[in-house]
């Protein structure tokens, strides 16, 4: 386990690197305070995983994110700060896997790096029919083992897209409460939060669309919630 530490502030810098060596002793550790050094060392060290602060001395978080994804699909979790939700909303859309709001504890930070990468990892080796998954349609999603495919083809998504269409799966047809999916896309610590449900949404239903024209696969009941409707 490779993982790369970018961030800006050596306090931080040295609290990670210690909860590695203490929690998780085997995993190896790159760190750079600079954004240019780490898209080097994402290019070259081909790390598990890369932990991106957004507010870095010489280029901003966002450049590093869109550089980084021009040439890796490694899994990257974004450091935001308390407040800044357009951030988080934004480094999602560029392509982070998940984010993390300061300050944050050993644990959870632990349980979002365990999280991300065992969800990569089960798109590269696992098999679509592993645990006999539900079908609908064209989608096909193991709730155990939480892979989807589409048409055949995996879909790759974070977290609290798995999360948030997990929900919509196990009522198909019926609508989900707002209320519910922010329930299931927040994780411990945080404020539940709107707008990431309806990026989510929107994320996912294009996803879904892909190949097919059609984005209306998940469909919004204003001031109820949200239902898939795949034929």
Do not use: C
């Amino acid at each position: 386990m490779k993982v790369l530490l970018i961030e800006d502030s050596h306090e931080i810098l040295e609290a990670i690197v210690t909860v590695f060596q203490l929690r998780w002793p085997e995993a190896s550790i790159l760190t750079t305070t600079h954004g240019e050094k780490g898209i080097e060392l994402a290019r070259n060290e081909t790390p598990d995983i890369i932990i991106l602060d957004l507010g870095l001395p010489d280029i901003s978080g966002f450049q590093v994110l869109r550089s980084v994804r021009d040439f890796s699909d490694t899994p990257i979790i974004i450091l935001t700060v308390q407040g800044e939700e357009i951030n988080k909303i934004k480094g999602l859309e560029l392509g982070a896997d998940d984010y993390i709001v300061k300050p944050f504890s050993p644990g959870e930070l632990l349980a979002r790096v365990k999280a991300v990468t065992r969800r990569n990892n089960q798109y590269q080796t696992k098999s679509p029919s592993a645990h006999n998954p539900t079908i609908i349609g064209r989608l096909r999603i193991d709730l155990r083992s939480e892979e989807v495919t589409l048409g055949g083809k995996p879909l790759k998504l974070s977290p609290r897209g798995f999360n948030l269409l997990k929900q919509l799966v196990l009522k198909k047809g019926e609508v989900v409460s707002t209320e519910d999916l922010m329930k299931a896309v927040t994780v411990p610590g945080e404020e539940p939060n709107e707008s990431l449900v309806v990026f989510l949404v929107k994320t996912i239903s294009e996803q879904l669309g892909e190949g097919t024209g059609n984005r209306d696969m998940i469909i919004g009941e204003p001031s109820i919630g949200y239902k898939l409707s795949i034929p």
